[in-house]
């Protein structure tokens, strides 16, 4: 009628029955907290696929993070005005949390997040998103959590992240003992756990167990393929590659897999290309940054493995491997205070990692802090030196500084252990300490300790001809002793070295 008398045209009664369906669709969605939260998570979404569409192709995901979400600011005024009511449920409090830590506002955060798991515990979701804010025991102990059974799942998983591993072991034992004995997540985190202490042989075994409880799982399996990646196992890790692209190829743990089995083959281009794949399906897959960090190292493009690991720092401030990997960018560009400062932050994550720590002695080294290197190599020997690498540096830091029965001690203690483990016929290093301890017994006048050295020096290649000179000079000065009737004055008194044997 509106229409016919001339009053309203045709297209504006369009418009204004269009808009009449949007504010009642929208007050339909008022009524109902899932359907609200499902509206603003729909804006949400929309928002991040808007940034990627603005992304541009050639860029690739490394600077994918310089994009940002233009509804997160109209997300969080509407959200805000509902917290401030009370009227935000479990899953709308999850939404808020994410994207007041989407614009970096971490403190809001994680009073969000501790709210949204006492509206909603069985939300998992939500305890991982707190997960990745939670910095320390001490911030952990500080927050107000539920008092559910899941809480005990969280907290595990917490000492898992915040390397305490021994506690979690106790925590993942106390809940199998509660009744989750088959539980095949609470199997992975302990092999998880494993592998963060680097006890391989048992993280493999755990997720063989694994394999053959359920087949045809997927998450960790990223972890897994680390594992037979450390250990050269490219049988193994070929079949599991296969196996998951046939389980589902687009998935990111598939993606890693795929890409770590093409890295040990020393098909880097291939690897990085992988790892981004996994990137675009998940920009916030943190082992794929980590490891596409690793492979631009290889092909030595240190500035996109800077971006790389930064991304990964982003994602989780507690990895130590993109910290470390930061350290070892900055040593190949010879910038030692910078890598000081990325091992140090290494270093606090995983203090009793001697790799770390013998990192930080190389650096304090280059930067002739001495005596601060000389603690971190012994510091290293002390918590379990895994690449047996930190005796051997700072006896030649102490033979450099003309510390000479200094080096001799570490050398010893250094031969001893490498020949009581037996792995001195894999370490080149050996003969070094031979030479050094021959010489240093006959400037000593500790003829048998030398002439005992000196004979170890010739079962080496490169110390061979050195030996038997050795073995010559110490042969001309015990036949002058003869001749002169004297007997060599004891100096020192080193180690008995005579019961270990190559």
Not at 68 to 86: D, T, Y
Not at 399 to 405: P, R, V
Not at 417 to 426: A, N, P, R, T, V
């Amino acid at each position: 009628n509106a229409v016919q008398s001339g009053l309203v045209e045709f297209g504006d009664l369009v418009q204004i029955k269009k808009q009449l369906i949007s504010v009642i669709s929208l007050s339909l969605l008022l009524i109902s907290q899932k359907a609200y939260f499902l509206y603003m998570y729909s804006r949400y979404l929309s928002g991040e696929k808007k940034k990627d569409d603005e992304t541009v192709d050639s860029l690739g995901p490394l600077e994918k993070g310089q994009v940002r979400n233009e509804a997160l600011r109209e997300l969080r005024v509407e959200l805000s005005k509902k917290h401030s009511a009370g009227e935000l449920d479990g899953f709308t409090l999850y939404l808020y949390g994410v994207v007041l830590r989407k614009l970096d506002l971490l403190k809001e955060a994680v009073d969000v997040f501790v709210e949204a798991t006492h509206a909603l515990p069985l939300h998992w979701g939500a305890w991982l998103e707190l997960c990745n804010l939670i910095t320390n025991i001490d911030m952990l102990k500080s927050l107000s959590l539920p008092d559910c059974w899941i809480r005990d799942f969280f907290i595990a998983h917490m000492y898992t992240e915040l390397q305490m591993i021994k506690e979690a072991l106790q925590k993942y034992q106390s809940l199998i003992e509660s009744g989750f004995s088959k539980s095949t997540y609470i199997v992975s985190q302990i092999a998880v756990a494993y592998h963060n202490i680097r006890d391989i042989d048992q993280a493999l075994a755990l997720f063989n167990e694994l394999r053959e409880q359920d087949p045809f799982r997927i998450e960790n399996m990223d972890t897994f393929s680390n594992l037979l990646y450390v250990r050269s196992m490219k049988p193994e890790l070929s079949y599991l590659a296969h196996n998951l692209v046939g389980i589902d190829k687009y998935r990111v743990e598939t993606c890693c897999v795929i890409g770590n089995y093409y890295s040990l083959r020393s098909q880097h281009e291939k690897a990085a290309l992988y790892f981004q794949r996994a990137l675009k399906l998940n920009p916030r897959c943190l082992g794929a940054w980590t490891l596409m960090g690793h492979e631009y190292m290889e092909m030595k493009n240190t500035s996109a493995a800077i971006q790389a690991y930064r991304h990964a720092i982003e994602v989780n401030k507690r990895d130590y491997r993109a910290w470390y990997g930061l350290g070892q960018t900055y040593e190949i560009l010879k910038m030692p205070f910078y890598c000081l400062y990325y091992y140090r932050k290494a270093h606090q994550l995983r203090p009793n990692d001697s790799r770390m720590l013998v990192a930080l002695g190389e650096s304090y080294e280059k930067l002739s802090q001495h005596v601060e290197a000389k603690k971190c190599y012994w510091r290293a020997y002390t918590v379990g030196d895994v690449e047996r690498m930190a005796l051997l540096k700072l006896a030649k830091l102490h033979e450099q500084l003309n510390e000479s029965d200094d080096a001799a001690q570490c050398y010893i203690i250094y031969i001893q252990d490498i020949f009581s483990c037996g792995e001195q016929l894999e370490h080149a290093e050996v003969s070094t300490a031979l030479r050094y301890l021959g010489q240093y017994y006959f400037k000593n006048k500790l003829y048998e300790e030398a002439s005992l050295c000196a004979q170890r020096c010739c079962d080496y290649n490169d110390a061979r001809e050195e030996g038997k000179a050795l073995l010559r000079q110490i042969s001309q000065v015990r036949d002058h002793m003869e001749a002169s009737n004297t007997t060599p004055v004891r100096r020192v008194s080193p180690l008995d070295l005579s019961s270990f044997s190559p």
